[in-house]
């Protein structure tokens, strides 16, 4: 009987397993912060300790006034990727996403990541807000007014501060306006949410916490292209000063006596950081936006508009009339098609210019004789006795078709009232 040998391998190196209730948390990170209307939004989503086989999902946050917080939805095409980003394009208004990872069957996902958002100052979207004073910049203890625009009845307003931190601001708004009293936890992006889950743009609002030093003045929304804009510099005490020095993303672009920065048509190049300099203090910078020119409300193109609306009436007036020429001319013409049957031949000789005589024609010999006074004898005399002539037959003519019957007649009546000729109401043929 064979005894069962057994062999031995050494031991390998330990390794640590650890069991952690916390579920981890998403960190979502977006690119860029703020937007140009159109541009793409890229979001990347990360893990604290990545390993392979992690699933992600993409959510956008729609503002819950009930829970004074954000449902949310998945993105198109968001549920279940295996890229740790997520391109969105086209994006044109202030908004906030989240995301999470799951793995494992059946899967197991983590925590919602922190709200991050990216924003817009497009003033055009459906909600928007205005501050006053309109300035970017304001000493600390100062009333400011944030109010928010839009067909909604309930809005709340939102800051996100230096700190990377999301708050409400005012719990009891005074109908659509928010008044705060600002310190320097004050400095943050702020927008406005309405109750239907609509953003509003978003506007840069800077608290100046030295009490003695100045403040820059400058447009807390964007400035068209082609528009005027000054800039000025402020000291609680004192509002207007001179002898300024005025930064253009920390390049000095004006030292004189004035006071203010004066930008008579803005460019693209004007966008960037703007700060003041008086008696030695600095002001903080701030970000002057440029937006392009709104085509739909240039004087320009209203003159051109109306221009071609001018024109167009006038090609449809000229239309109208010579189609009124022509109904007239297709009349006429079945008259000389009557006169111009084998009975008549001697017509031939009757131009354009007898129009007036057929008119006259409905009146008797009178008339008819009259009528042809009126004709130019533009070939000479034989011409004139040409016309005569065939007046006379044409009298004939018509005076022998009083007797036939309505089927026979070249002249119908239609039930309008209108006169036609051989079947042939008045007006164009095509």
């Known amino acids: 009987m064979k ?44 893990v604290e300790h990545p390993s392979a ?13 009930s829970e004074k917080s954000y449902s949310y939805e998945l993105l198109p095409d968001g549920s279940g990727t295996a890229q740790d980003s997520y391109i969105i394009h086209g994006q044109t208004h202030t908004a906030g996403y989240v995301c999470r990872v799951g793995r494992g069957y059946p899967e197991y996902h983590t925590y919602y990541s922190k709200h991050k958002f990216f ?27 944030v109010t928010c625009k839009g067909d909604f009845t309930e809005w709340r307003v939102r800051k996100f501060s230096e700190d990377g931190q999301l708050y409400s601001v005012c719990t009891k708004m005074t109908g659509s306006t928010c008044n705060i009293y600002t310190s320097k936890s004050d400095t943050a992006v702020y927008w406005c949410e309405s109750g239907s889950g609509e953003f509003s743009s978003a506007v840069n609002i800077t608290v100046q916490n030295d009490g003695n030093g100045p403040i820059l003045v400058s447009p807390v929304h964007p400035v068209t292209e082609g528009a005027s804009v000054s800039l000025s510099c402020s000291l609680r005490t004192q509002k207007i000063l001179s002898n300024v020095f005025f930064y253009h993303n920390d390049k000095l672009i004006q030292n004189d006596t004035r006071g203010e920065l004066k930008i008579s048509a803005v460019s693209k190049s004007d966008e960037g950081f703007y700060k003041c300099q008086y008696s030695g203090r600095e002001s903080a910078q ?75 024609l409905q009146h008797g010999t009178d008339d008819v004789y009259e009528s042809v006074t009126q004709v130019k ?54």
């Not at 100052?121 to 600390?140: E, G, I, K, N, Y």
């Open 119 to 145: 924003w817009s100052a497009d003033v055009h979207s459906a909600a928007s807000l205005t501050v006053s004073p309109d300035r970017v910049q304001h000493f600390t203890f100062d009333s400011v007014s």
């Open 53 to 65: 086989g992690w699933i992600f999902y993409w959510y956008k946050a729609v503002p819950d006034r």
């Open 286 to 360: 701030s970000w002057m936006s440029v937006k392009g020119a709104d085509s739909s409300s240039s004087p320009v193109w209203l003159m051109v508009g109306l221009v071609c609306g001018v024109s167009l009436i006038i090609i449809l007036l000229l239309l109208l009339y010579r189609c009124r020429q022509s109904k007239y001319s297709c009349f006429t013409r079945s008259i000389q098609s009557e006169s111009h049957s084998p009975g008549s031949s001697t017509n031939h000789g009757v131009n354009q210019d007898e129009t007036h005589v057929y008119d006259s």
């Open 3 to 46: 005894s069962s040998q057994h062999e031995t391998t050494e031991w390998s190196d330990s390794v640590t397993l650890t069991v952690s209730d916390n579920e981890p948390c998403p960190v979502l990170t977006v690119s860029p912060s703020w937007l140009s209307p159109g541009a793409s939004v890229t979001l990347n989503c990360e």
């Open 377 to 430: 004898n533009r070939n000479g005399a034989d011409e004139y006795e040409n016309v005569t002539s065939s007046l006379n037959d044409f009298k004939d003519l018509r005076t022998k078709r009083e007797h036939d019957t309505p089927e026979q007649s070249a002249v119908y009546y239609n039930e309008d009232g209108r006169r036609r000729y051989r079947g042939v109401s008045e007006g164009c043929t095509s």
